[in-house]
């Protein structure tokens, strides 16, 4: 058994007594810390993000991946992604840990890297460019066929890298 990567615990919403302005801008704080102040890095890449356009004045990638909705201009907030918000920057932090599962592919002709974390559910993605990562999504895997599709998708990489 490979050694397991602890990752913080989450910022529960019932602990905000019902007060969901107060959890978001919680949640903010985290994710500013994380990722606007400190700059993670990948690879030796620096890990950016959308900043543009601001919702509420905080950075896009933020509201990307803490909301959700078929429509850009008209997501919602999702209690169980912000939950998981302080994840992502200990999964980057960790990328080589060997409980994480780490993989390469290619959605709409952009390279993207994977992280996942098989017990927390969670997965972090970045969009690989030139000189620097784009921190794309991250959010819990709450559907059984994807959780399949994941990890189908991580062992066909693990099999054509060794071949």
């Avoid at 810390?33 to 620096?46: L, M």
């Avoid at 994480?100 to 017990?119: F, P, Q």
């Avoid at 000189?131 to 189908?152: C, F, G, N, S």
Wanted: charged share 30%; aromatic share 14%; hydrophobic share 35%.
């Amino acid at each position: 058994m490979t050694d397991y990567l602890e990752l913080p615990e989450r910022l529960y919403y019932d602990n905000f007594g019902g007060n969901i302005t107060a959890f978001i801008e919680a949640a903010y704080r985290i994710f500013k810390k994380d990722f606007v102040t400190n700059h993670p890095n990948v690879d030796g890449k620096p890990i950016r993000m959308k900043k543009y356009p601001l919702v509420n004045e905080m950075e896009y990638t933020f509201y990307h991946i803490t909301h959700e909705g078929t429509d850009e201009d008209n997501r919602f907030p999702v209690i169980s992604r912000m939950e998981c918000i302080p994840f992502p920057r200990p999964m980057v932090d960790n990328i080589n840990h060997p409980y994480l599962k780490v993989w390469m592919n290619t959605r709409k002709g952009k390279d993207r890297m994977l992280i996942y974390h098989e017990a927390e559910e969670y997965l972090v993605v970045l969009e690989i460019r030139q000189d620097y990562a784009l921190l794309w999504t991250a959010y819990p895997i709450e559907r059984q066929h994807t959780k399949v599709k994941l990890l189908k998708e991580y062992e066909d990489y693990k099999k054509a890298r060794t071949a």
